[in-house]
Nanobody, 119 residues
Framework: VQLVESGGGLVQPGGSLRLSCAASGFPFSSYFMTWYRQAPGKERELVASITIIRSAATSTNYADSVKGRFTISRGNATKTVYLEMNSLKPEDTAVYYC??????????WGQGTQVTVSS
């Protein structure tokens, strides 16, 4: 099982980044996918989640702090989950992690990608 995040980096306040999480080694289309983040000295927190695709329909959920600025999406064909981040703020600075969870049982974590929002 592998979850490989990419797309992080340094961006100025108000800027945008697109994170990707490439999955392999498990049935991606049947797993719930979630982005978490952890800032220095803080607990890991949920950023956004997306449910299993059924008949091309999905359901998404966002932390209040990112609603209207971040968008989560997934592609079964590419086995990738994305996090589009706009209007970034310094408080969005964190390591962002991808998490894959089946309906029952434990999930898998990626290694994380650093996002730094600073002028």
């Amino acid at each position: 099982v592998q979850l490989v995040e990419s797309g992080g980096g340094l961006v100025q306040p108000g800027g945008s980044l697109r994170l990707s999480c490439a999955a392999s080694g498990f049935p991606f289309s049947s797993y719930f996918m979630t982005w978490y983040r952890q800032a220095p000295g803080k607990e890991r927190e949920l950023v956004a989640s997306i449910t299993i695709i059924r008949s091309a329909a999905t359901s998404t959920n966002y932390a209040d702090s990112v609603k209207g600025r971040f968008t989560i999406s997934r592609g079964n064909a590419t086995k990738t989950v994305y996090l589009e981040m706009n209007s970034l703020k310094p408080e969005d600075t964190a390591v962002y992690y991808c998490y894959a969870r089946p309906t029952l049982g434990p999930g898998y974590w990626g290694q994380g990608t650093q996002v730094t929002v600073s002028s």
